[in-house]
């Protein structure tokens, strides 16, 4: 049956088979879509357990929220981009990183930092290091290995035992030496 004009219903309708709308369908007020909505050839999906899929890009504008209790995880798969270069990203809360972290510009970390976890990690850095201010004390607890020639800048102060392996070579300005014990 083809109803040409247009078709007000003020009461529930039942319709036992499917429905083709050729042209905008305009709702006002709450739809109820129990077995799903699938949308262009399954482009984007809503199932009746409340699954959403989507085939390409899906731009939310407003504030968003993934997930709403403690167990939930948002698990996305491929590249994710997260704000862009004029923007600030925020993450509150604990970020856990399980692979490698590739940072292409400075990291700044407020607060304590804490590099490996145990006895048994190595810390790799390359390039230079600055650590610790100018202007404040920075402490190694443990000991310093320098595996290869170092210069100190300003003075270099010793509280207790010293051995120096192999040769003093070259002491320039003035030398201060003060012991009961000098051997």
């Known amino acids: 049956t083809t109803i040409r004009g247009f078709l007000n219903v003020d009461e529930a309708a039942t319709f036992n088979s499917e429905v083709e709308i050729s042209n905008t369908l305009e709702v006002t007020g709450l739809s109820s879509l129990d077995g799903g909505v699938d949308v262009n050839n399954s482009n984007f999906t809503v199932s009746a357990g409340g699954n959403v899929g989507a085939v390409g890009n899906l731009t939310i504008g407003g504030n968003t929220t993934l997930g709403n209790a ?49 006895n048994n990690v190595t810390n790799t850095i390359r390039g230079i290091v600055n650590i610790g201010d100018a202007t404040k004390a920075t402490t190694i607890k443990g000991s310093l290995a320098v595996d290869q020639s170092t ?16 040769s003093l070579n070259t002491i320039l300005g003035g030398v201060n030496i003060s012991s009961t014990g000098l051997n």
């Open 70 to 118: 403690d167990t939930d995880t948002a698990a996305i798969r491929g590249t994710l981009t997260l704000s862009d270069s004029t923007k600030v990203t925020t993450i509150q809360g604990t970020l856990n990183v399980d692979e490698a972290a590739t940072f292409d510009t400075t990291v700044g970390v407020t607060g304590n930092t804490t590099l490996g976890g145990s």
């Open 151 to 166: 210069t100190f800048s300003g003075s270099l102060g010793v509280t207790g035992n010293t051995t120096l392996s192999g």
